[in-house]
C-alpha cells in the first residue's frame, strides 16, 4: 500500500488543531493509502505541542517536530518535507485555511501523472486588501524575473511526489523562496482551484510590513540561481536540524540527527 505524508507546519495553532484533525482524519480514513501527519511546531507558545503530543497518542501515525526557537513557515515545512516518507507528501496550513476536503482531487491529478498538484486561491477569506495585493504582485514579479509560471494566487496547499521532494530536498538553500524552488523543480504540474476560508481561530502570524521585506528578500535571492543548483553556496539545512528540541513518532535518524 502506498503512504501518503501529510505535512503541516503551525505555529501558535493549539485552538484550531482538535477541528483540523477531525476534518483530515474523516478525509483520509476513506482513502486507499496508508498515511502519516507530521506536525512541524515553530516555537509555538502556546500549548501547540501538548495537543500535537495528545493526538499522537490517540493515533500513532501522527507524528511530531518541535523547534526550539522561531524559525518561520519555510523553515518549518522544509522540515516536513524532509522528514516525510510517503510516496506523495501534501502540505497544507493548519489554521483551515486549506480545506482538507480537497486533498482527493489532489492525489487524483497526482495518480493522473502530475508531478507537483499546487492549490490556488479562488477566494481568500478574511485577507486584507494591501495583503492581497502584496500576494499577487509578489508572485506576478517572482514568475516574470524567474521564467516560471504559476497562478499569482498559489499557495502551499500542494502535493509532492517523492522525486520531486528528493530534488529539493537535495538542492534548497534557505535563503531561497522555498515554493518558487519546488516550481522551479517540478516538470509535470497540475493546478486546483479551492477557495480559501478565513482562519478558524486566531489571526495571521504575518503583518503587511512583514510580508513586504519578506518578498524583497526572496525577490532578491531568487533570480541569481541557476536552474541545475546554488552556484557555489552550500545548503545551511543543518542549521535548522540542530534546532529541534524535540520530536514524536520518529527516529532520531529520520530527522537527521546524529
Not at 30 to 44: G, H, K, T
Amino acid at each position: 500500500m502506498s503512504l501518503l505524508s501529510i505535512v503541516v507546519p503551525v505555529r501558535d495553532e493549539a485552538a484550531c488543531l482538535a477541528a483540523f484533525w477531525e476534518r483530515l482524519r474523516a478525509v483520509l480514513r476513506p482513502l486507499s493509502f496508508d498515511f502519516e501527519v507530521i506536525f512541524v511546531d515553530d516555537a509555538s507558545r502556546d500549548q501547540t505541542w501538548n495537543r500535537i503530543t495528545r493526538l499522537h497518542g490517540e493515533e500513532p501515525r501522527v507524528k511530531g517536530i518541535r523547534l526550539a526557537q522561531h524559525r518561520g513557515q519555510q523553515a518549518a515545512l522544509f522540515l516536513g518535507l524532509q522528514s516525510a516518507s510517503g510516496d506523495g507528501v501534501i502540505t497544507l496550513d493548519g489554521d483551515l485555511q486549506h480545506p482538507p476536503e480537497r486533498i482527493p482531487d489532489f492525489i487524483r491529478a497526482w495518480q493522473e501523472g502530475a508531478e507537483l498538484v499546487y492549490g490556488f486561491k479562488t477566494i481568500q477569506r478574511g485577507r486584507g486588501f494591501f495583503q492581497t495585493l502584496i500576494h499577487r504582485a509578489f508572485n506576478r514579479i517572482l514568475a516574470l524575473r524567474s521564467g516560471l509560471s504559476f497562478h499569482p494566487e498559489t499557495s502551499n496547499f500542494q502535493l509532492l511526489d517523492k522525486t520531486l521532494v528528493s530534488q529539493v530536498v537535495e538542492s534548497w538553500n534557505p535563503s531561497l523562496f522555498l515554493r518558487g524552488w519546488i516550481h522551479r523543480k517540478a516538470q509535470q504540474k497540475q493546478a486546483i482551484p479551492f477557495e480559501a476560508r478565513q482562519r478558524f481561530q486566531g489571526k495571521t502570524k504575518y503583518s503587511t510590513f512583514t510580508l513586504c521585506k519578506l518578498g524583497l528578500r526572496y525577490l532578491w535571492f531568487f533570480p541569481a540561481v541557476s536552474r541545475t543548483g546554488l552556484a557555489g553556496r552550500k545548503n545551511s539545512v543543518p542549521d535548522f536540524l540542530s534546532g529541534i528540541s524535540e520530536s514524536i513518532g520518529f527516529q532520531p535518524k529520520n530527522l537527521g540527527v546524529p
